[in-house]
């Protein structure tokens, strides 16, 4: 019988918890997991997707191949402190990526041959490992960020355990990642925040709120997702994410004076541009409830 990989997940959410209930699915794994929440570790246990729980990172770092950080961005570089002398693979699910390569070269540069920082492009609205899916990886991309320095052995290693669960593994490097990141997710989710609270605000209270219709149900769902996730991922990548609100702002203005100078072909022209964008973009996507 083959030697089982042991995979140590430091963040037991709808994330990490989704990992250890896709590779439970698939077999040939044993999953160990850390949490400063024990209820976390103790749903997983009784969910029956990990095997043992950890009390400190270190006494998880003894025991397992890979390490994967599936905490908030900005609580990872404490996080690489506690994992000391690991030796082995070194992975993430951030949706920033740079931060991770600065942290590990400053705090622990011995790490950089078997760091293989990757995001999956998956998830939902609810958060915990109560949410978790073993399916929400499936038909979804998983970008891995590694570096010159990886161990092409560690970056076969992830590769392996993404296609595991189903995923499609592609590879780019970690600057290009946070720049398309910043347009694709981090700017909607900045906006989708940004609206609901506008309106919570407003004269009316939240009484607005009675009379939304599926548009604003739709566009407004990822800001019921993780905040403290999306506060580390804004403030990790404020450089590319401001530079696209000073272009949303431009462009939102010259909107305004459209519709304020009553343009109606302008106004038309740029609907329809978005519109066919957006069907072009329907057309490419997997159907599947995790968006």
Same mark, same amino acid.
């Given at each position: ?38 209820? !976390? ?14 009390? =400190? ?13 599936? =905490? ?13 002398? @690991? ?15 600065? !942290? ?15 995001? %999956? ?15 929400? @990886? ?25 296609? !595991? ?13 946070? !720049? ?12 989708? +925040? ?11 209270? $939240?009484?607005? @709120?009675? +009379?939304?219709?599926?548009? @604003? $149900? ?6 019921a997702s993780d905040p403290e996730m999306w506060r580390d991922i804004f403030l990790s990548n404020k450089t590319a994410l401001l530079r696209l609100i000073d272009t949303f702002q431009e462009a939102l203005a010259e909107t305004a004076a459209l519709i304020e100078n009553d343009q109606a072909e302008q106004l038309m022209d740029q609907l329809a541009r978005a519109k066919s964008a957006r069907d072009y973009f329907s057309s490419?996507? %997997? ?5």
């Amino acid at each position: 019988m083959a030697e089982l990989e042991r995979i140590g997940i430091i963040g037991l959410g709808l994330i990490g918890g989704s990992i250890a209930a896709g590779l439970k699915r698939v077999g040939g794994y044993e999953i160990h997991a850390f949490d400063a929440d024990p209820d !976390a570790t103790k749903a997983g246990l009784s969910m029956g997707i990990i095997d043992g729980v950890h009390l =400190t990172v270190a006494d998880l770092a003894k025991g397992v191949d890979v390490v994967c950080l599936c =905490t908030p961005v900005r609580s990872m570089t404490s996080l690489l402190q506690e994992l000391g002398g @690991f030796e082995g693979v070194l992975t993430d699910v951030g949706s920033v990526k740079r931060p991770l390569f600065d !942290a590990v070269s400053e705090h622990c540069s011995h790490m950089m041959p078997q760091l293989v920082p990757g995001h %999956p492009i998956a998830g939902s609205e609810s958060h915990g490992v109560t949410a978790a899916s073993p399916e929400l @990886f499936l038909n979804h991309k998983v970008i891995l960020t590694p570096s010159e320095l990886s161990n092409p052995e560690a970056v076969q290693r992830i590769q392996k355990m993404w296609a !595991a669960m189903g995923a499609d593994v592609i590879e780019m490097a970690a600057d290009h990642h946070d !720049a398309v990141l910043a347009q694709t997710s981090h700017l909607p989710h900045l906006l989708a +925040y940004t609206l609901v609270d506008v309106l919570a605000g407003s004269g009316d209270g $939240r009484e607005v @709120f009675d +009379y939304a219709a599926g548009g @604003f $149900r739709d566009f407004s769902r990822i800001a019921a997702s993780d905040p403290e996730m999306w506060r580390d991922i804004f403030l990790s990548n404020k450089t590319a994410l401001l530079r696209l609100i000073d272009t949303f702002q431009e462009a939102l203005a010259e909107t305004a004076a459209l519709i304020e100078n009553d343009q109606a072909e302008q106004l038309m022209d740029q609907l329809a541009r978005a519109k066919s964008a957006r069907d072009y973009f329907s057309s490419i996507q %997997p159907p599947s409830k995790h968006q």
